[in-house]
């Protein structure tokens, strides 16, 4: 028999919020109380989420953000800054004993993102993931050196045709697991890369430059196939069904807590709204 998960659909949310609910759901899975459970979401505004080592300071141009009305939050996962803007968001958190579930963070992560592969598959693209740990995968995807999450590989990571599609990242409290990611349905490889920090223009054209040929966005790649670009409903239910049947598991739709929301509520004004927690590092 299927294991059931409880399913959230999407809905757009502060960065502060968003990154709250996800540390809410956490702690009501590890009490045992809330079920395993998949979201997806959306942010409003635009935002820029950079991971929980990165230094904001150093890394982010402050003013940029600003300037350009784009949202900042820290993530309580690791990992490089993300531009969240035409995309889909998704979350999974589970218990560590969840069955099956491997030990190791990468091995983890390598089942969880099963889903995804599914979810790709749907729209017709034939995504695969590549193990870094041997070296023709490392070269495939070594990393730039910049800030920006997309040329930031994992040990497992999601590949059409040679590029990155998918960026995602993981960390473990409380006997939790809480793996999420983005699905780039667009990109502004510009806007991105305006809001990074370089010693110098010069080196910021050259990582802008080979930034784009090791990450992709999904209408990009239907374009290229002949297929119609799609929008982020499309998406969204494309994935549903796909992370269901590649985590072999039945969703049941669902909505957040009462003690869920409070808690997100307080996570909200003591940590994640906060910019002595986001630009902490």
């Known amino acids: 028999m299927k294991q059931q998960w409880r399913y959230i659909p999407s809905h757009s949310y502060s960065p502060a919020f968003n990154m709250a609910i996800d540390e809410a759901i956490m ?9 395993p459970t998949i979201r997806f979401y959306r942010w409003q505004p635009a935002t820029l989420s950079i991971g929980y080592f990165q230094s904001a300071l150093k890394e982010i141009d402050l003013e940029k953000v600003k300037e350009k009305n784009i949202g900042l939050v820290r993530r309580p996962t690791g990992g ?64 730039l050196g910049s800030a920006a999450c997309f040329d930031s590989p994992s040990w497992y990571e999601l590949v059409v045709e040679g590029q990155k599609i998918a960026g995602s990242a993981q960390v473990r409290q409380k006997g939790v697991v809480l793996q999420h990611g983005s699905v780039l ?22 990582m802008k430059k080979g930034f784009a040929t090791k990450a992709v966005a999904i209408n990009d790649l239907l374009l290229q196939a002949g297929l119609q670009e799609i929008g982020l409903d499309q998406l969204e239910e494309s994935f549903e069904i796909g992370m ?18 409070k808690r997100a509520e307080q996570l909200v004004n003591e940590k994640y709204g906060n910019d002595s927690y986001t630009l902490k590092k």
Not at 28 to 33: I, K, N, Q, T
Not at 244 to 256: D, Q, R, S, W
């Open 27 to 35: 702690h009501e899975v590890a009490a045992g109380v809330s079920p």
């Open 80 to 143: 490089r800054a993300v531009l969240h803007d035409q995309e889909l968001t998704y979350s999974i958190i589970l218990p560590e004993s969840y069955p099956d579930l491997a030990r190791s963070v990468t091995e983890s992560y390598r089942m969880l993102s099963l889903g995804l592969v599914e979810g790709f598959k749907r729209l017709g693209l034939q995504a695969e993931m590549v193990n870094l740990s041997n070296k023709d995968g490392e070269n495939q995807l070594s990393s």
């Open 244 to 261: 269901a049947e590649g985590l072999n598991v039945t969703f049941n739709e669902g909505v957040l807590t009462e003690a869920e929301q």
């Open 185 to 206: 349905l667009n990109m502004d490889v510009n806007l991105l890369f305006d809001l990074l920090q370089f010693s110098d223009e010069s080196k910021r054209a050259r």
